[in-house]
Structures are given as structure tokens and as C-alpha cells.
T-cell receptor
Framework: QKEVEQNSGPLSVPEGAIASLNCTYS??????FFWYRQYSGKSPELIMF????GDKEDGRFTAQLNKASQYVSLLIRDSQPSDSATYLC??????????FGKGNQVVVIP | GAVVSQHPSWVICKSGTSVKIECRSL??????MFWYRQFPKQSLMLMAT?????????EQGVEKDKFLINHASLTLSTLTVTSAHPEDSSFYIC??????????FGSGTQLSVL
């Protein structure tokens, strides 16, 4: 069973600041890495995916992948109150079967 | 983008009854769909992989006789929670992907068993 760890507790950031989230995974054979945003009572929404080592930027979001160290991170720049949600890290092995982390709650304070 | 429709959004039922949840891919054909369960403040746990025209593949620890999955067409998978009990109360989410694309999630079904 693949394990995906998101160990940080709730993260509070002031509006406009950078929120940084980390995720580690156990399966070295993992090929695809995703960050989902989930609002309370709603289903997850894909915000970033990354397959190769390095950084990938999309708007205010940057995903970073380091396969050697088996971690993937997400940076949210210029945080907005609407970014307040739980962020789920997910790891896949190429067949769309994803293993999810427990999630990190982000609270952006106006 | 692709749309995955899930119905109902929420359901309340008495203990011992069965509940059916539908998952539809609206603008693409899905040979495979996935069913997840999420308890409050917990991660999404994959329950089973639904395969069109064949038996579902269940994850370890998931009772196949309790969580019946039927994937009779390329656009519809159903999950039936049989003889539901309060411990089955959870948020159930399906997902599917068009060929060579990312996973899309249904809107989820909140099940409350009294």
C-alpha cells in the first residue's frame, strides 16, 4: 500500500503571503503527483500536477518535485481568502489509481 | 473540461437499508471509474476500481458483498451500500478520466445512516 504523508497541522497565513505545503511518499515507483484543493463538504478539485523533477508554475501555484528525496511541495503565492481550504497531495503509478495524503488545512487571514 | 456527475448529493437512510449512488461520465466514455470514501478530516481512501463489463477490483479490507459495484455501461457506475449501518456514514466520491487525461471527481455523496 502506497503511503502519502502530509504531517503539518493547520497553516495560517496572512493575505498576500506565501503558503508552503509539503508531502512525502513511500513508493519510489510513483510516476505522477497531484495537488487537489478541497473545500468543506465538496469533492477535490485538481489544481496542479507534476511528473518530472523540478518546479512547475501555474499562476500563483508552484509545485516542486524531488524524486530522490521522495517529496513534493506546493507553494501558493499572494494567498487569498478564497485559498482557504484543505489541500490534498496525491500520488499515482500511471494507472490513475491515486493514493491520497490526509490533507493540510490552509487558512488565509484577511 | 470533462464532467463527472454523481447522484445523489446527500442521502439519509435508516440502518439496515440499502443505498445506491450513481456516477456518470457526461461527455466521455470511462472504462474505469474509481470509488473513494472519506471520513471527516481524513484522507480519501480508495475503495474499489470499477471496470466496465467485468467485476470490480476491491482494495484490501473493503467488503465486496457490502459495497456492490456495477459498471454496466461506459458512462455509468453504481455503488450500492447494502444493509447500511451508522459506521458506513461517510462522504463517497467517484472519479473517472477521459483517455490520457487527468482524473475528474464527482461532486460526492454524503451518506448518513441513522
Amino acid at each position: 500500500q502506497k503511503e502519502v504523508e502530509q504531517n503539518s497541522g493547520p497553516l495560517s497565513v496572512p493575505e498576500g503571503a506565501i503558503a508552503s505545503l509539503n508531502c512525502t511518499y513511500s513508493d519510489r515507483g510513483s510516476q505522477s503527483f497531484f495537488w487537489y484543493r478541497q473545500y468543506s463538504g465538496k469533492s477535490p478539485e485538481l489544481i496542479m500536477f507534476i511528473y518530472s523533477n523540478g518546479d512547475k508554475e501555474d499562476g500563483r501555484f508552484t509545485a516542486q518535485l524531488n524524486k530522490a528525496s521522495q517529496y513534493v511541495s506546493l507553494l501558493i503565492r499572494d494567498s487569498q481568502p478564497s485559498d482557504s481550504a484543505t489541500y490534498l497531495c496525491a500520488v499515482g503509478s500511471g494507472n490513475n489509481r491515486l493514493a491520497f495524503g490526509k490533507g493540510n488545512q490552509v487558512v488565509v487571514i484577511p | 473540461g470533462a464532467v463527472v456527475s454523481q447522484h445523489p448529493s446527500w442521502v439519509i437512510c435508516k440502518s439496515g437499508t440499502s443505498v445506491k449512488i450513481e456516477c456518470r461520465s457526461l461527455d466521455f466514455q470511462a472504462t474505469t471509474m474509481f470509488w473513494y470514501r472519506q471520513f471527516p478530516k481524513q484522507s480519501l481512501m480508495l475503495m474499489a476500481t470499477s471496470n466496465e463489463g467485468s467485476k470490480a477490483t476491491y482494495e484490501q479490507g473493503v467488503e465486496k458483498d457490502k459495497f456492490l459495484i456495477n459498471h454496466a455501461s461506459l458512462t455509468l457506475s453504481t455503488l450500492t451500500v447494502t444493509s447500511a449501518h451508522p459506521e458506513d456514514s461517510s462522504f463517497y466520491i467517484c472519479s473517472a478520466s477521459p483517455p490520457r487525461e487527468k482524473l475528474f471527481f464527482g461532486s460526492g455523496t454524503q451518506l448518513s445512516v441513522l
